[in-house]
Each structure stands twice: as C-alpha cells, then as structure tokens.
C-alpha cells in the first residue's frame, strides 16, 4: 500500500535511534578523559571523540533527510488510499469517520508526530548549516548558542518517538543510558565554574599571541601536553575555547599562548591591552578541565619524534618545559630520545617559543632534546635569496655555534621540511627502537604530510612509526 517508503522511515529511525544517542557519550569530556587513562585505550581512540562526533552528527542529519523524504512518500500514499485501509492500520490509535479522508497536511501539521517530526527537521536544518566549518571560523559566538538548541532537539526527539502513532516508542533503550551519564558529566563540568580564576600576568606578544598566566588552583593536576577549556566572564559566560596549557607541572601557575585568530580570541586580546594599559584589573576566566591531549603520551616510545606547526607548538613547549625540569633535577625519563622539528613561516614569528627552547638548550646537559627549525618563508630551494642566507647562516653557526636567525644552537634549514627523509634518518639513528611515536600539531597540511610520511614509511620499514595529530 504505501510502497518502500516505510521501510526507509523504518530504517532511517532505527539507525537514528543510536546514533542521536551515541552524540551524547561523545559530549561527555570528562568520561572521554577518564578511560582514555584506562587498558580501554588500547581499544577505542579516546582522542578522537571530537571527529567521531561530527561524523555521527553528520550521519544522524543524513539519516534524518532520508527519514523526511521516506515520509513524504507515505503521506502521498496515505492521502490517497480508501478510509478502510486507515482503519486497518491507525484503528487503535487514531479515530476517523467512515467518510473521512485526511489530506497531506493533516499528517505534517495536524498530529504530535507531525508537529514535531517538521520542528525536529527545521532545528536540525539550522544547527546542521551553523556547524559548518565557515561558521564556526568567523560566527563562533552564534554557532556556540545555535548548537545549545540540542536541548531542545532531545526534547523533540523523546515527544516525537513516545507518541503511539504505528508502533509501541523504543528510542529510550537507547537514550536513557547515554543520557544518565552525559547529565553526570555536565554536572561535572558546572561544578568547576563555581569561583573564575585571576589573571595574575598578561603580555601581548608578536604575531598576535597573548600570553595568560594564571595561579594553578588548589587540586589542579595535569601532564605536559593536555589542555583546557577557558571562559571569560562578563563576556559570554558560556562560550568556551579549547587552548593547551604551556606551563609545566611543577610550576606553581598554568599558563597559556593564545593566537588571536578569531572573534572571541581577539575580544581576549582587547581586554588584555585595555586593562595593561589603562591599569585596570584583567579579566576573570573560567576554567574547564584539564583535558588529555594526544601529546601527553610522548613518554610511552622510547623515541619520541615530534612536529609544530605555528601556535602548534604550544603543547610540545609545555612537554619540553617538562623534561628540562626532570633533567634539573636527574629524575628518571622513561623516554630516551626527544626530537622536536619546529616548522615556522619565518623567526620572528613566535619568538616565545626561542625562549623556551633556549632554556632547554641550556639545562638539557645529557642531550636528551634534538631540536631543529625550519624556516619555510623562503619557498625554492636553489633560491639565489635562499642560497645568501644558508652561506650566512652557515659562516654564523661556525663563528658563534649558533644560528644567526634564533640565536639557538638547533640548525635552522631553510625551507618546508622532507618528512620522510626526517623519519628515515631517525630510525636509522636507533637501530634497536622498533616503535616511535610521531606527534604532529599545527595546521591540517602539515598533520597530513606527517602522517602521509608515517605512512609511507611503514609500509618499507621495518620500524612502526605511530603517528598521532592534533589541528589548530
């Protein structure tokens, strides 16, 4: 009678039935970072909850439009059959007189099924197309409140599949579990909001970057490598950013590197250089974490290997902080060799950074850390510019045994750097490691050139090169 439309709104419900659901185990954070430290790590990739959760936000909107389209066609079916046939099948939930014969429209707008399933399609219809990447790049702040409408949608969601239309409802097997824990989670996650933190330091420093420094609260503990999410108070409340903690765990204060790259991070850097400069108080941050990082797992590989791409190296300072703290002190490092490539357009670009790294230079007595910069504002290899530079650089480095670019003992090359080349040569440098870990930050190029490396290499090597990447 009505075609393969229903067994397409059959179809499509059920798989939205879980994966609606599975949505709000991937909001949960705190559980993401909790098992992540647990053998189920082994198992599910914990560290990409993120990407899972857009791929299940996707497919839910696809079954959804699969769902609309199947019932448009039952509606058409419906509309035009004989008054016997929807006695047979809607005898025992909806009541029609022998005579009557309901339109298209009664479907969508006169039953709860119908109200709902149009409200549901419109509200994920809006927040669909302000998730995309456009928007959260340049309208983070109407993004962030239009995807707050998931309340709503849940709602929608529970009325739309309780209501005995064809069938006995089933979607709370599935919600009602994934919901227990998503409602524990956020209760988790308000309750650090209680007291917003102090600024205690502010720099703006160049090529955008604003340096937080913050006194660490009391039972705040975390590794080198993880992160955080901050919001400001009196400026939207509820917006909150994801940025990794620069300062090390020994250090009595958590710190920040922020690039003012968009609307909220700008805003951040206004009221920085306003309250400097006019001696007012800095603003108040609410902090939400700390969350673990891909990067903080640097000390399982014997041979770590790890690259940075622009503010993507905020992650890498924090570990590197670290491990010249254990070598201060001669504590034991599970790992045996660090090596840190820095890709950056040009040396001034993040000069904090030198200054970390000369720090490291100078404690890193056992030469635990190889570090290397690469300088890719000069993009042609056989440059005449590019070849003056490297005959400077080369006559500096044997004068002073430094670079004349950084001021740092690292060689500075010139140009994007061969990722497959740097990997050869590492593991040819550790003939008895036959596992690295690769950990890549920065822009998608530079994680998708390291990991086509890692990929490559692993299929001639006999060594297992483990990539992990993080995107800013």
């Known amino acids: ?41 082994n198992y599910v990739p914990f560290d990409a909850a993120f990407k899972f959760h857009k791929t299940a936000a996707w497919t839910s909107v696809v079954l959804a439009a699969c769902h609309v389209v199947g019932h448009c066609f039952n ?57 995309s990447e456009w928007a959260r790049n340049r309208i983070y702040n109407i ?69 937080i420094k913050l006194r660490k609260p009391k039972g705040f503990d975390f590794k080198p490598g993880q992160w955080t999410r901050i919001a400001v108070k009196g400026y939207n ?12 765990p020994h250090e009595d204060f958590i710190s920040f590197h922020i ?34 990082g891909v990067s903080e797992d640097w000390f399982k590989y014997d041979v770590a290997v790890m690259f940075g791409g622009g503010i993507g190296v905020t992650p890498f300072a924090a570990i590197l902080k670290h491990v010249t703290y254990l070598s201060q002190i001669n504590a034991k490092i599970d790992c045996e060799k660090i090596y840190f490539f820095w890709v950056t357009h040009d040396q001034h670009q993040f000069e904090w950074m030198t200054d970390i790294l000369r720090e490291v230079e100078e404690s890193d ?55 497959t080349s740097l990997l050869r040569s590492v593991a040819k440098g550790h003939p008895a490691v036959k596992k690295i870990g690769v950990f890549s930050c920065g822009p998608p190029s530079l994680t998708r050139s390291v990991y086509k490396a890692c990929y490559e290499r692993n299929k001639v090597s006999t060594v297992t090169f483990d990539h992990y990447e993080e995107n800013f």
């Open 1 to 41: 009678m009505v075609g393969l439309g229903i067994s397409v709104t059959r179809g499509a419900a059920s798989c939205m039935a879980f994966s609606f659901s599975l949505l709000l185990l991937t909001m949960c954070r705190n559980l993401m970072n909790m098992l992540r430290t647990t053998w189920m790590s």
């Open 75 to 131: 509606f058409y079916h419906i509309s035009t059959q004989p008054p016997d046939f929807l006695e047979c099948v809607f005898g025992n939930t909806i009541y029609f007189r022998s005579d009557y014969l309901p339109k298209f429209q009664f479907w969508m707008l006169e039953t709860v099924t119908g109200i709902t399933g149009v409200s549901l399609a419109a509200i994920l219809s809006i927040v669909a197309v302000f998730a």
């Open 143 to 211: 993004f962030w409140k239009i995807h707050n409408l998931y309340i709503v949608l849940y709602a929608l969601l529970i009325v739309h599949g309780s209501v005995v239309l064809v069938q006995e409802p089933w979607f709370h097997y599935f919600f009602l579990g994934p919901a227990i824990l998503f409602t524990v989670d956020k209760l988790i996650t308000l309750s650090k909001r209680i007291t917003p933190l102090k600024i205690s330091k502010a720099d703006l420093l160049p090529s955008g970057v604003t340096y």
């Open 237 to 248: 409340d509820d917006e909150y950013h994801p940025f990794t903690i620069t300062s090390s």
């Open 259 to 292: 690039r003012a790259l968009g609307p909220w991070t700008n805003k951040l850097r206004e009221l920085v250089s306003v309250n400097e400069a006019d001696g007012f108080r800095y603003p108040r941050l609410y902090i939400d974490g700390p969350f673990g």
């Open 365 to 419: 007595l056992r030469e635990f850390v190889s570090v290397h910069v690469f300088v890719t504002q000069f993009f042609q290899k056989y440059d005449l510019r590019t070849v003056m530079m490297y005959m400077c650089e080369k006559h500096f480095v044997r004068l002073s045994e430094r670079s004349l670019f950084t001021g740092l003992q690292a060689p500075t090359h010139f140009g994007r750097p061969q990722f």
